[in-house]
């Protein structure tokens, strides 16, 4: 451990002229750090890239995560980020400084895969591929590079929506509406909302419009029709944000993504893709859109959801997760959350 307590005292020298005291880590929660040897990097570069950033389609095909190799000796600080995959032996000290952050409780074993935190900044979080020098390295990591995906997703997933609901949940919206319109949907408290013709809309465009702008429009038509055909729903978006939203959108058809609707509780339609206000128009803008239909048959009523996304030159994911949980939250009638 000699070797583990000179690459913490190096890494204190470097970041504090007093007290070795942990400084918050560095990065966004969608950037990974890889760590591992030089000598076996080339032979895992490819599949572990692969593993930890699938693709996603926002407007377009996305990468999940953006992932970075460092070798062990690289003088950019890898240490200080906010999400590090290691991948190496108990004999290789940068990583046996991590596993000796484990609880005494967990028994140590090569091959494996733990998790640990804090080690070498705070709200830092280590996945640790621990290797067995006497086995191949290619097998060892490729069998569990799947998993450490599936940990750093299930992360990411929790962190987004502790984010989302950071100003706190709006519960009371809940009752509200459930009493005024027949239906609830579960919001962040930043959340504004206003109701015309049975339109309703909510939005949060904080900090900045300029910058960042979520919202979501409910509304219905009774009697329900059947079998709304996508051309007909995507006019109705239009006729929407003619009237109700303050500028309108026109949606690109030719690039649409459809399916059936993702829920246990209601039957419907959804359909994603790319939004933009009419050529010629004073204030230029795109984004993201998640449409759904949603046939509420005790009201006799075809709900329109409509949640679009404004987030120029910014990740998208995220916010896309933030649409998506918002429009799961939705129940007609007097259906729990």
Not at 155 to 183: K, Y
């Amino acid at each position: 451990m000699r070797h583990a307590l000179l690459l913490t005292t190096l890494a204190c020298l470097a970041f504090s002229n007093t007290a070795c005291e942990p400084g918050l880590a560095w990065g966004d929660p969608q950037a990974v750090i890889v760590v591992a040897d030089q000598e076996s990097w080339p032979q895992l570069e490819d599949s572990v890239f692969s593993a930890l950033s699938p693709t996603v389609w926002t407007v377009r095909e996305d990468y999940t995560f953006r992932v970075a190799y460092r070798a062990p000796d690289d003088t950019n600080s890898w240490w200080r980020f906010r999400e590090l995959v290691l991948i190496g032996s108990e004999d290789d000290a940068w990583l046996a400084e991590a596993l000796a952050t484990l609880p005494s409780t967990v028994e140590v074993s090569a091959p494996g895969l733990y998790e640990t935190e804090d080690v070498w900044a705070r709200g830092q979080s280590v996945t640790i591929i621990l290797l067995d020098p006497g086995q191949p390295v290619q097998d060892q990591v490729f069998s569990r590079i799947g998993a450490v995906h599936e940990v750093l997703l299930g992360r990411f997933l929790r962190g987004a929506e502790n984010r989302m609901f950071l100003s706190g949940r709006d519960s009371a919206l809940i009752d509200t509406l459930q009493a005024i319109a027949g239906f609830s949907i579960l919001l962040p408290d930043v959340y504004q909302w206003g109701v015309e013709d049975s339109v309703y809309v909510f939005r949060n465009d904080n900090p900045d419009p300029s910058e960042l702008i979520r919202q979501f429009t409910v509304t219905w038509r009774t009697p329900a029709p059947q079998d709304l055909p996508v051309d007909s729903i995507l006019d109705w978006r239009k006729a929407i944000s003619e009237v109700y939203w303050p500028y309108p959108q026109v949606v690109d058809r030719e690039n649409l993504r459809t399916n059936s609707l993702p829920s246990r509780n209601l039957l419907g339609s959804e359909v994603r893709g790319a939004w933009m206000n009419p050529p010629g128009s004073m204030w230029p803008a795109a984004g993201a859109f998640i449409l759904r239909t949603a046939l509420c048959p005790h009201q006799n009523r075809l709900y329109f959801l409509d949640a679009w996304l404004y987030a120029p030159g910014k990740d998208k994911w995220e916010y896309m997760l933030q649409l998506e949980t918002i429009l799961g939250s939705f129940r007609c009638g007097t259906q729990g959350m």
